[in-house]
């Protein structure tokens, strides 16, 4: 657990650097007018927005991959924390503080997992009112056919499929284009949000580094230096 916790802890800067790649990557610089006109222009057919879909699913799991750094990183500084002393407690104090950092980090985090699910069930809700789903009846026809003395029925069944289509009204077309966009923008705050956490877990580590491994000074858990992530 101590590797895996400088590992994650020693990657955080790294890792902000990757998100702010994929930022740049699926972010082109545009006013949310415009994306708004592009995904009306796309209409209303049922089908999931596939720039939204692939943002979203980019979200979820970015911030399951930072879950489990600062689940790392908290556990390294639970196993640096030394025993319960009488005095000499500022550098467990500065302990105490990161480690409410991260988790304090972590469980905003956590929220962005429900990214897509959320998303799609209002979104479902809205094109519910304006998407005819094809509906299927079956007929059923007896035939009665006589050999001879004999007198047999059969039965044909057909089936037939239906839809009423009516164009969607104007509001549900602008409603659910800007239900995407906002989706899209929110996607781009959180992975913004995400880099900012990797980049604050990644100072607030550093600068405090030498409390944080060794808090009492007294060179306990030496055989795990700090420093050495750097």
């Known amino acids: 657990m101590l590797r895996s916790g400088e590992a994650a802890i020693g990657n955080l800067a790294v890792r902000a650097g990757e998100v702010q790649a994929l ?17 009306e ?12 879909l ?10 399951a991959a930072a879950i489990e750094d600062f689940k790392a990183a908290e556990m390294w ?21 990161v480690l409410g950092e991260l988790v304090k980090a972590r469980t905003e985090i956590t929220g962005m997992i ?14 519910e009112k304006i998407v005819k789903t094809p509906s299927k009846s079956t007929d059923e026809e007896t035939k ?3 050999d001879g003395d004999k007198t047999t029925n059969k ?10 289509e009516s164009a969607p009204l104007a509001d549900y077309v602008k409603y659910t284009a800007a239900l995407d966009t906002k989706e899209y923008h929110s996607c ?13 877990a990644s100072l607030i580590m550093g600068k405090n580094a030498k409390r944080l491994a060794d808090p009492r000074g007294d060179n306990e858990g030496q055989s795990a230096n700090y420093s050495s992530m750097y």
């Open 188 to 200: 781009y705050c959180k992975l913004v949000d995400l880099r900012n956490a990797y980049v604050k």
């Open 144 to 146: 009665v056919e006589k």
């Open 114 to 127: 429900d990214t897509v699910h959320a998303y799609h069930l209002l979104r479902g809700a809205t094109l």
């Open 77 to 97: 500084l639970f196993i640096k924390t030394p025993e319960v002393s009488d005095g000499n407690n500022f550098g467990v104090e500065v302990q105490a503080y």
């Open 23 to 39: 930022i740049t990557a699926n972010f082109p610089a545009k006013s949310l007018a415009d994306v708004q006109t592009a995904f």
């Open 54 to 63: 692939k943002v979203g699913a980019l979200v979820r799991e970015q911030a």
């Open 41 to 52: 222009g796309a209409g209303v057919s049922g089908a999931p927005n596939a720039e939204v």
């Open 155 to 164: 039965s044909t069944k057909t089936s037939k499929t239906s839809a009423s």
